[in-house]
């Protein structure tokens, strides 16, 4: 186990050193910023076969990707270059077609499109021609009445996202998170990692099972069907998928996000203004999702407190997920933002156990919340 933690998260550092002693994890990061400090930076196990999980070594955050993609779209919200409550197709006017006119940039962020995935059957090799993908997101018709609950995007996401951005911006998304995000940070996080970063990229393990889906589960997150062992080829590792295949590791997550629980203000310098952070709390659907199964409270770009799916209390809090278990909380009221990577993964697409127990520690060792 290396790094550092603060006295009163000893609990935390313990647990992950158990569960790395036991096998219950191969390798992972936690990191808890509090208050603009690092109270917790710590790591430990093998990111491959006898190679260690180092300071640097990164991983694929999966659909914690989600939250930095929801930063690049309120940070252009803030600037006045995107309105979020306008359609989608002030900014892409093809997105229009097949009845969908009306589908608000809000929609979108928090998962109550109607699009959730592809009407045409997909190969990865159809993912990293994003700009395509998305042309034919836009030509479909919704698989349900946009705004009416959610569809979580699972993969699609990042595709609508992506090209709402390259229409405002001229850039890609992952190169506006790059420029004007984490290279001002100093996070090593990325989407459309370069070709330096592949040796540090850690090896996933694959889940024991795969989860039980309904009718939009399979239509939404098995096309295409892909294999754990593409995550570390250059063609994955290079694309910018911003609905799964941000690479980083707990420390660059929990930086980035910070920029949320600190009230878009890091360092002196202010990312996004309070006003634009307050409307990540704006719900969107509170009401079962058709593709995850569970009643989950989507804001804008990030779920909502759900205690029955991550032991976190009420107030001004966020979070996602990643498949398998990676997760970021972003806690307003106590000024401290949480997150955990791994490569050990769990079958549980949110929820997973192991990921609810870190959280649950974290709250047990940190701080009261602020008046």
């Known amino acids: 186990m290396n790094g550092h933690c603060a ?3 000893a609990p935390l550092r313990d647990l992950l050193e158990r569960r790395l002693g036991e096998g219950e994890e191969r390798g992972a990061s936690i990191c808890v910023v509090q208050d603009g400090e690092t109270v917790v930076d710590i790591w430990g196990g093998e990111a491959r076969e006898g190679v260690p999980w180092e300071s ?4 694929n955050t999966f659909s914690v990707t989600k939250t930095m993609l929801a930063l690049v779209v309120l940070g252009l919200a803030d600037a006045g270059e995107l309105d979020l409550d306008a359609p989608v197709a002030r900014y892409w006017p093809e997105f229009a077609a097949e009845g969908k006119a009306e589908v608000l940039v809000r929609h979108v962020l928090g998962h109550t499109s109607g699009l959730p995935g592809w009407d045409e059957k997909m190969t990865v090799a159809d993912l990293y021609d994003t700009r395509r993908a998305a042309a034919l997101l836009a030509a479909q018709r919704p698989w349900f009445e946009p705004g009416d609950g959610s569809g979580y995007q699972a993969i699609s996401h990042g595709h609508l996202l992506g090209e709402l951005v390259e229409r405002v911006t001229g850039r890609s998304a992952g190169t506006v998170l790059r420029t004007e995000y984490a290279e001002p940070l100093s996070a090593d996080y990325w989407l459309g990692a370069p070709e330096s970063a592949d040796e540090r990229v850690a090896i996933l393990k694959s889940p024991p099972h795969a989860p039980d889906l309904g009718e939009f589960g399979q239509r939404a ?3 295409p069907l892909f294999s754990m062992k593409l995550t570390t080829t250059r063609e994955f590792l290079g694309a910018e998928l911003g609905g799964f295949n941000g690479q980083g590791n707990a420390r660059s997550v929990a930086r980035l996000q910070s920029l949320v629980s600190h009230g878009g203000t890091i360092d002196g310098r ?6 634009t ?5 704006e719900v969107q659907s509170d009401s079962p999702d058709r593709v995850l199964g569970h009643r989950i409270p989507f804001g804008m770009g990030y779920a909502l407190p759900t205690p029955d799916l991550m032991p976190t209390p009420s107030g001004r809090i966020c979070w996602w997920v990643g498949h398998g278990g990676a997760v970021v909380v ?6 401290m933002t949480m997150a955990y990577t791994m ?4 079958a549980e697409l949110v929820g997973a156990a192991k990921t609810r127990e870190y959280v649950r520690t974290t709250y047990e060792c940190v701080s009261p919340a602020r008046a």
């Open 7 to 9: 006295p009163r998260f």
């Open 56 to 59: 640097d070594t990164l991983v």
């Open 221 to 223: 997150l098995l096309n």
């Open 270 to 275: 202010t990312y996004l203004s309070p006003e």
């Open 277 to 281: 952070v307050e409307r990540i709390f």
């Open 330 to 335: 972003n806690d307003l009221d106590r000024r």
């Open 343 to 346: 490569n050990k993964m769990a």
